[in-house]
């Protein structure tokens, strides 16, 4: 239940603990109820529109927002501390995103139509025609995320996968940024109302847990998105679960990334890899959800090489402000149990800065193959900049290391590419690595890094629980929209009756 | 848990009472355990089969089942009381069904292969080379059902769909048709062997809900597929959601499957409609998922051409035996609340046979549109040939009374076809209709019946719930596929390590 809250939510600068105004007002259960009963109201004429109409209204979002760049980046950079290129770059994949949503309306194909013409003449029974397509599911709660206060929060790819579905949104604000979300919310709300809309295609609440809840309880919500902590999705799933009528909830939970490095990789390229590695370890201050929190590393004479790399470029990493203080706190916790662990040793540690009020440093340890496989609580995420390397002594121990891992939104590996007798030998261990793989997480890297999730068609962002609720799905990516859709089949439907994209 | 059993699992002939031998044993706790992990050992070798060996499985399944067709079909009557020429009919549906599916794996499309080729000099950022495919979820559970021995049982859709994904099956035989079940699984295992597939690809077991709970339970089962009652469904759901890793159920549970019958349509052809409707009534003596229970019929000087139409061919209906002394239990206890409720009227009864020992007979019941809105126990399911006839005294009742449903498998709407002005107006009435059936169900069927659920690539079988546990599929037809597959995507990985279909 929501109770009458006189706790005005504030955001707090990360970067020097002060407290942010305005406050905002955390929504009453009328005001959730309002804003649900809304969106089941604009559900049909909004779902009704033509595919022109719904694909301007996203395009206008993502107009909308590009004319306040100013605004969003001096908010966000105040809310969350994240620093100015960063934000630039997530509100360009913010409104890119909301472009390619756009463009798969227009395009039309995600209703996936099929059509089987009658036959009348079919023995033993006659056809008779039936034509398929997928409508919306209904109205969407979606919760803003933490860690990316644009690109996965109020006008993120939750939010613009619904609304290109056909399903209007009801946001719960995150409370870490709550000024950028209303801002944000500001740019929807306007762009629906000049486009004549039905007002409740968009709304947003601020709050909590409360808030949530009461949300994801509302019988005219339809379907959940999330993207956030395994505590938080495995809450939100529950209540969904116990509704008289169960709907999907789509988290995205945790995932530590694991990343194999092969012994022909780490010859040819060893400190190459160590500071790929701690670049991608560093990027967003180790809060993204990609972030490369596991290394599995074959011992091998170079072996030290990645180490020193990896070392260096820990050592030479900054601090920076992480998004709150909450988050600063549990990953400190984090680092302070691996630092007391008996079987971790921690190699590198970044510079801290006493001057920031949530300073994440980078940390870096490591541990051997059989600490790991006998403490699993070596594999929990710490859910910032610090990993953890995994000395295998063999890689034939590679196979059952991953097989004891949980569902992962990634893995990574890298191989020889140059010499080709170690690209031969790597490549014959990543193919018996592959299957592992194959079965225990949403995305497959290669020579790469994790981090930096491209918006495209043919991405996945998820992968099996615990790394999603749900691993049916992507988050982000086209194939997003098909979470918030289903099949509906039409029998002798007179044309005249039919929807046009099966007519 | 499973408790070690003695209560051997015997068929009860529905025609006679008579039961039949021999005894089948419920699985124990150790049986679930063992054919669940052997098909966990079995997931990655038969999902890595190509195409065409898992399609010539499929195939070979059809074939060996076409092969002891005159075994089946005397099991199958004398297990289920089912008519000769529909037991046949089931058996050309579920070979097809197999054959079909082995089609789906041959065309390949049904792992949804989407590339993007790299763009190293896209700015800001370059993009890897990124390609997706569905890959299959893993083992899977499949419920036998009741009232489709072989088409919704061990080699029915969802054993068909799973295999055709690459996922092995532990099938829970109904225990109404063991002997049945025995025989069609025999034929699935020895082809499995002949074919040289991994033995696990496919085991059943036997039992009631100890059973079932203890298979939905196993941490090596990773979906499940269930038709049956909606109490049922809904207990195996919790099972998996309280799982320590949740998995998805797709239950397809409880459906009244309401027919809108429009004016004109009732002028144009009334006593011809009601003599369809009491054909798709009595269809399986009235055990389908799509069986049409509630006719909202709009009050017409023509309405009483259709309740004659309609009387007159439930009084000539001859009982039948229904599935089990159990169903027969429900359906009447439940047509006798609907005598004893003071606004239902029994307008016409179909003929008993008392030499039956599970003898269903027609019931057909009228109540007014006040008393069906203001009575929720007027919309519950009545599994068997009885139907709820509301008058509803103006055609503008409608929309609301359709919102007040709950989610359906199918809805139906008769039109005027013939005659331009009745046509118009019935085309309005229907225009103003569909959106809201749209919302309600998994099939609309316009101047048809909703029994005969189409095998092919365009039909929905599912439903918003309760009709199915998860509306976002269907459990008929090529998309059935689609339940037992999740995206994966593959970032930069080297065309040697790629599977062939994204190559």
Chains 1, 2 share one sequence.
């Not at 006008?155 to 409370?175: E, F, I, M, Q, R």
């Not at 990334?257 to 701690?278: C, D, H, K, M």
């Not at 609580?377 to 097989?403: C, K, Q, T, W």
Request: proline share 8%; charged share 15%.
């Amino acid at each position: 239940m929501v109770e009458s809250n006189d706790s005005t939510i504030h955001a707090v600068d990360p970067r020097s603990g002060e407290i942010l105004e305005p406050g905002y007002q955390p929504g009453s259960a009328a005001d959730v109820d309002r804003a649900a009963n809304a969106a089941a109201q604009a559900f049909r004429p909004y779902r009704q529109l033509d595919a022109k109409a719904r694909a301007e209204f996203l395009d206008a979002v993502a107009d909308g927002l590009t004319g306040i760049a100013e605004e969003i980046v001096a908010i966000v950079g105040a809310e969350t501390g994240i620093a100015e290129p960063r934000i630039r770059g997530e509100l360009g994949r913010t409104t890119n995103q909301l472009r390619l949503f756009a463009g798969v309306v227009r395009d039309g194909s995600y209703t996936g139509v099929r059509i089987e013409t009658a036959l009348p003449d079919r023995t033993p029974l006659p056809r008779p025609d039936l034509r398929q397509h997928k409508i919306p599911l209904g109205p969407v709660a979606v919760f803003g995320a933490s860690n990316f206060p644009l690109a996965f929060s109020v006008a993120g790819g939750d939010t613009a996968s619904a609304l290109a579905a056909g399903c209007p949104v009801v946001v719960k604000a995150h409370p870490s940024h709550p000024g950028t979300s209303e801002l944000v919310a500001g740019v929807i709300t306007r762009t629906a109302a000049d486009l004549g809309l039905p007002a409740g295609v968009f709304s947003m609440v601020h709050g909590g847990v409360e808030v949530g809840t009461a949300l994801v309880q509302h019988p005219a919500i339809k379907a959940v998105g999330f993207t956030g902590s395994r505590a938080g999705g495995l809450a939100l799933l529950a209540v969904a679960n116990a509704r008289p009528t169960p709907i999907p909830v789509y988290a995205e939970m945790s995932s530590i990334n694991p990343v194999v490095l092969l012994p022909g990789a780490l010859a040819e390229r060893g400190s190459t890899i160590g500071q790929g590695f701690v670049g991608s370890l560093t990027t967003g201050v180790g809060q993204l959800c990609t972030n490369p929190g596991l290394v599995f590393a074959v011992d091998s004479p170079a072996l030290q090489d990645f180490l020193d790399g990896a070392a260096d470029a820990v050592q030479d990493s900054a601090a920076a402000p992480m998004l709150s203080a909450g988050i600063c706190a549990a990953y400190d916790a984090g680092v302070q149990a691996l630092r007391e662990h008996p079987a971790v040793e921690e190699i590198a540690t970044g510079a801290d800065d006493q001057s920031l009020s949530a300073a994440g440093v980078t940390h870096l340890f490591t541990t051997t193959a059989e600490a790991f496989s006998g403490d699993p609580a070596l594999s929990a995420e710490v859910f910032g900049a610090s990993s953890l390397i995994v000395r295998v002594p063999d890689a034939a121990l590679l196979p059952e290391l991953l097989e004891s891992l949980e569902g992962q939104l990634t893995a990574t590996i890298h191989l020889a590419e140059t010499d080709p007798t170690l690209t031969e030998e790597d490549l014959a261990a990543a193919n018996e690595l592959l299957p592992i793989l194959q079965e225990k997480v949403g995305r497959i890297v290669v020579n790469g890094w994790p981090t930096g999730v491209d918006v495209g068609t043919a991405m996945v962002h998820g992968g099996p629980f615990p790394a999603t609720s749900d691993g049916r799905s992507t988050s982000v990516g086209t194939l997003a929209i098909d979470r918030f859709l289903r099949p509906l089949a039409y029998q002798d439907v007179p044309s005249t009756l039919l929807p046009p994209d099966v007519r």
